[in-house]
């Protein structure tokens, strides 16, 4: 009898695990789809969702951080790239835009710095890191000495 209800309980416990885990990428999934066909309260939600059932989902803070984005709202834009960041460092597509809020609040040391880690990780979006460096040498003042 004692077998059977370990038993039993092992199947519980494994199959709460595994529909936790479906229920996360189920709400990415879903949030995706929103975002796509440009309903991005509803996606907000379901990446909010699905970073409930999986807090290391750095996929659902990207996306989070697009939305923001769209809505010019900087602050948690910058927030959720922070997190994309810390759970995945080499998500290039998340250094890119935190190079480019970088580089609207001209903090060049800081956009140079992501810059370097980008040109290590690049796979996809090399060429616009090349842009923004070439951006960015037009903007530093040039030391003269004269």
Do not use: H, W
Request: glycine letters at 0%.
């Amino acid at each position: 009898m004692n077998k059977l209800k370990k038993f039993l309980f092992l199947f519980f416990f494994i199959k709460i695990i595994f529909s936790n885990a479906l229920a996360s990428e189920n709400f990415f999934n879903k949030g995706l789809e929103f975002y796509k066909n440009k309903k991005y309260e509803d996606a907000r939600f379901m990446f909010e969702r699905s970073i409930v059932f999986n807090p290391k989902d750095s996929n659902s803070y990207l996306y989070l951080a697009k939305i923001y984005n769209i809505e010019e709202d900087q602050i948690n834009e910058e927030k959720n790239l922070e997190t994309t960041l810390l759970i995945e460092p080499d998500n290039e597509e998340a250094i890119l835009m935190s190079i480019k809020i970088a580089l609207e609040k001209s903090n060049y040391s800081k956009v140079k710095k992501l810059s370097k880690t980008f040109e290590k990780v690049c796979k996809k979006l090399c060429d616009e890191n090349k842009d923004i460096l070439e951006k960015l040498s037009n903007l530093e003042p040039i030391n003269n000495e004269s």
